[in-house]
């Protein structure tokens, strides 16, 4: 028996009573929420960047060597803004509609680079995009169309180069567009010889496949004599299709791993998989409509990662979240956010209906989410941007471990050196002896108390550096470098070693207005601000950017009217110059 949910209060509302009761704030309101939960250490922050038709990158054509290097800038310019915010994930749209941003042996130039369907650039997109994230700490996973290979115009502009062409056992036409066909057993060995080619040729750190599903409205999809052909005894039609993504999803998930086993392997799923015990999906989900069984491939261990689709707001969100972080079998769920409807031309959605999200996804325990798509954070759609940087994500985050893969720690660095200097600090380390698959990198810890705690997330100054020397450039030519550093290895896997701590025992000298990591939570709300020559006041700000207290500069700031929590301090001096720095404060039990 079904009770009709809207009898009584919204799915909505119960949910964020609970978190009200949880956290002792009040329910729902019609202003944006405040952040309810404090950034994790472990979380993914994620964007897919979009290349199909160019609506995130690129807009320049590369036509010549001065087009090809605005193209180039655009994507740093992205990417340098995606890194200010502390994303930490991109996934890059590299496989679009049959055609790629790589070249291949397989399939050709997608035209969206060059406005030329087959055209090289005269570069390697995706190696160059591969070392820009990198640089910047960030993951990025190859995202693959899987099934769709575009309209007959499409086709047509790839002429003898088109999968259609070359592989016309493959596919099947469905109104007016090409795909390939899942019913056809070949079809995943054709798509494995293309992760194989991507993953051999290029660092990637996930492989993320999108549209591995049958069309929308499938029912007169043309694999009648593939269903008679392959079908096992008694089998059903809506089985037997949801048999053959299944299929695909493991051989490909195997032949990653048979090559890099350390390389992510995640889907994106309708958002719904189904009716759930607490709402209906209103009957356009994952399961019956495009026929993927994703928590089946959750359950069976063949997704690392899955980022389900959930572009939706109020009961369609909030159940559905639950529903996939309760069958995840342990591995990490990602919603992906819907924020494209922030704009007029898309949604009415309002800023608070993506802030109620990130709130719930926190207090779920869910590892993170994903926005679609990647401009509609950097232009700064109602201010989302500014927001999730201030209040969300204003500490670094590393993604989580994956056990199920390998548990075992690397080894800490070791012979450690910290060089101090006007300017700044250098530290030097040497590697460890692991001989792990992959790699390692480095995560590198700040304090002004030691041992620094690598477990707090506010003193994570650089995640996932790929060197053994670090240099830390403080923002005021007068103050002095932080205290005290520590350095971990970290794993492809994400497991991470002991830290190698640095600078105990050292004379130290005052600490820099310097971001996250100068201030330390402080017992009994003493708060020792640097030394900023010439200063005259402080101004207090909460993690919503509300002003909660103006007072004189002192070195030693008392704060014991002010609840334990995030606030932000700016120190102005008498040339009303101002400097930026965050304070944590603890109480004494």
Same mark, same amino acid.
């Given at each position: 028996?079904?009770?009709?949910?809207?009898?009584?209060?919204?799915?909505t509302?119960?949910l964020?009573?609970?978190v009200a009761c949880v956290v002792?704030?009040?329910p729902?309101?019609?202003?944006?929420?405040e952040?309810?939960?404090?950034?994790?250490?472990?979380?993914?922050?994620?964007?897919?960047?979009?290349?199909?038709?160019?609506?995130?990158?690129?807009?320049?054509r590369?036509v010549s060597?001065?087009?090809?290097k605005?193209?180039? &800038?655009?994507l740093?310019?992205?990417?340098?803004?995606?890194?200010?915010a502390?994303?930490n994930?991109? %996934?890059?749209?590299?496989?679009?509609?049959?055609?790629?941003?790589?070249?291949s042996?397989?399939?050709?130039?997608?035209?969206?680079?060059?406005?030329?369907?087959?055209?090289?650039?005269g570069?390697?997109?995706?190696?160059f995009a591969?070392e820009e994230?990198h640089?910047?700490?960030?993951?990025?996973?190859?995202?693959?169309?899987?099934?769709p290979?575009?309209?007959?115009?499409?086709?047509?502009?790839?002429?003898?180069?088109?999968?259609?062409?070359?592989?016309p056992?493959l596919?099947k036409r469905?109104?007016?567009?090409?795909?390939?066909?899942?019913?056809?057993?070949?079809?995943?060995?054709y798509?494995?010889s293309?992760?194989?080619?991507?993953?051999?040729?290029?660092?990637v750190?996930?492989?993320?496949?999108?549209?591995i599903?049958?069309?929308?409205r499938?029912?007169?999809?043309?694999?009648a004599?593939?269903?008679?052909?392959?079908?096992?005894?008694?089998?059903?039609?809506?089985?037997?299709?949801?048999?053959?993504?299944?299929?695909?999803v493991?051989?490909?998930?195997?032949?990653?791993?048979?090559?890099?086993?350390?390389?992510?392997?995640s889907?994106?799923?309708?958002?719904?998989?189904?009716?759930?015990?607490?709402?209906?999906?209103?009957?356009?989900?994952?399961?019956?409509?495009? +026929?993927?069984?994703a &928590?089946?491939?959750?359950?069976?261990?063949? &997704?690392d990662?899955?980022?389900?689709?959930?572009?939706?707001?109020?009961n369609?969100?909030?159940?559905?979240?639950l529903?996939?972080?309760?069958q995840?079998?342990?591995?990490?769920?990602?919603?992906?956010?819907?924020?494209?409807f922030?704009?007029?031309?898309?949604?009415?959605?309002?800023?608070?209906?993506?802030?109620q999200?990130?709130n719930?996804?926190?207090?779920?325990g869910?590892?993170?989410?994903?926005?679609?798509?990647?401009?509609?954070?950097?232009?700064?759609?109602?201010?989302?941007?500014?927001?999730?940087?201030?209040?969300?994500?204003?500490?670094?985050?590393?993604l989580?471990?994956m056990p199920?893969?390998?548990?075992?720690a690397?080894?800490?660095?070791?012979?450690?050196?910290?060089?101090?200097?006007?300017?700044?600090?250098?530290?030097?380390?040497?590697?460890?002896?692991?001989?792990?698959?992959?790699?390692?990198c480095?995560?590198? +810890?700040?304090?002004?108390?030691?041992?620094?705690?690598t477990d707090?997330?506010?003193?994570?100054?650089?995640?996932?550096?790929?060197?053994?020397?670090?240099?830390?450039?403080l923002?005021?030519?007068?103050?002095?470098p932080?205290h005290?550093?520590?350095?971990?290895t %970290?794993?492809?896997c994400?497991?991470?070693?002991?830290?190698?701590?640095?600078?105990g025992?050292?004379?130290?000298?005052?600490?820099?207005?310097?971001?996250a990591?100068?201030?330390?939570?402080v017992?009994?709300?003493?708060?020792?601000?640097?030394?900023?020559?010439?200063?005259?006041?402080?101004?207090?700000?909460d993690?919503?950017?509300?002003?909660?207290?103006?007072?004189?500069?002192?070195?030693?700031?008392?704060l014991?009217?002010?609840?334990?929590?995030?606030?932000?301090?700016v120190?102005?001096?008498?040339?009303?110059?101002? +400097?930026?720095?965050?304070a944590f404060i603890?109480?004494?039990?």
């Amino acid at each position: 028996m079904r009770v009709k949910v809207e009898s009584y209060i919204p799915l909505t509302k119960w949910l964020f009573l609970l978190v009200a009761c949880v956290v002792g704030l009040p329910p729902l309101s019609a202003d944006p929420p405040e952040p309810l939960f404090l950034p994790r250490k472990h979380e993914v922050r994620a964007v897919w960047l979009t290349t199909v038709k160019g609506l995130d990158w690129p807009k320049t054509r590369a036509v010549s060597a001065e087009s090809r290097k605005r193209q180039q &800038q655009e994507l740093i310019d992205i990417l340098d803004d995606l890194q200010a915010a502390n994303i930490n994930t991109v %996934m890059l749209q590299t496989r679009v509609r049959g055609n790629l941003i790589y070249p291949s042996q397989y399939e050709t130039w997608s035209e969206v680079f060059t406005g030329k369907a087959g055209e090289d650039p005269g570069y390697d997109l995706l190696a160059f995009a591969v070392e820009e994230c990198h640089k910047r700490g960030m993951e990025l996973h190859a995202w693959i169309v899987t099934f769709p290979l575009g309209s007959k115009e499409v086709q047509r502009d790839l002429q003898g180069k088109s999968v259609v062409k070359r592989q016309p056992r493959l596919v099947k036409r469905f109104r007016d567009n090409w795909y390939l066909n899942p019913g056809h057993p070949e079809t995943k060995y054709y798509l494995a010889s293309l992760v194989r080619e991507l993953i051999s040729r290029y660092d990637v750190d996930g492989v993320h496949f999108d549209y591995i599903r049958y069309p929308d409205r499938p029912r007169r999809f043309p694999d009648a004599a593939d269903f008679k052909r392959y079908r096992e005894p008694g089998e059903e039609l809506a089985d037997w299709r949801r048999r053959n993504i299944t299929e695909i999803v493991r051989h490909l998930y195997h032949e990653v791993k048979q090559l890099k086993p350390w390389v992510k392997v995640s889907s994106a799923p309708l958002g719904k998989y189904r009716d759930t015990r607490r709402y209906p999906s209103r009957g356009w989900n994952a399961y019956h409509a495009v +026929y993927q069984e994703a &928590q089946v491939w959750m359950k069976e261990g063949v &997704q690392d990662m899955i980022f389900p689709m959930l572009y939706y707001r109020g009961n369609d969100f909030y159940p559905f979240v639950l529903d996939w972080q309760e069958q995840s079998e342990g591995r990490v769920v990602v919603p992906g956010l819907g924020i494209y409807f922030l704009d007029p031309s898309e949604g009415t959605w309002t800023l608070a209906d993506v802030e109620q999200q990130l709130n719930f996804i926190r207090w779920a325990g869910v590892s993170g989410e994903a926005h679609f798509r990647s401009q509609f954070l950097t232009d700064r759609r109602l201010g989302l941007y500014d927001r999730v940087k201030r209040d969300y994500y204003y500490t670094k985050a590393l993604l989580p471990a994956m056990p199920w893969l390998d548990s075992i720690a690397p080894s800490t660095p070791s012979s450690g050196e910290l060089v101090r200097s006007a300017d700044g600090v250098t530290l030097q380390w040497a590697a460890g002896s692991d001989d792990t698959q992959g790699g390692v990198c480095y995560n590198i +810890y700040a304090s002004a108390v030691y041992p620094v705690d690598t477990d707090n997330p506010h003193h994570l100054l650089a995640a996932r550096w790929r060197d053994t020397l670090y240099t830390h450039i403080l923002p005021l030519p007068s103050s002095a470098p932080l205290h005290y550093y520590a350095v971990t290895t %970290m794993d492809r896997c994400g497991n991470e070693s002991a830290p190698l701590q640095l600078g105990g025992g050292e004379a130290v000298g005052d600490a820099p207005a310097d971001g996250a990591f100068n201030l330390l939570p402080v017992c009994d709300g003493v708060v020792e601000l640097p030394h900023i020559p010439e200063a005259v006041q402080v101004i207090l700000a909460d993690g919503c950017g509300r002003k909660v207290a103006q007072v004189p500069y002192h070195r030693r700031l008392k704060l014991t009217k002010l609840p334990a929590g995030f606030y932000r301090a700016v120190v102005v001096d008498n040339k009303g110059r101002t +400097y930026v720095t965050n304070a944590f404060i603890n109480r004494k039990k």
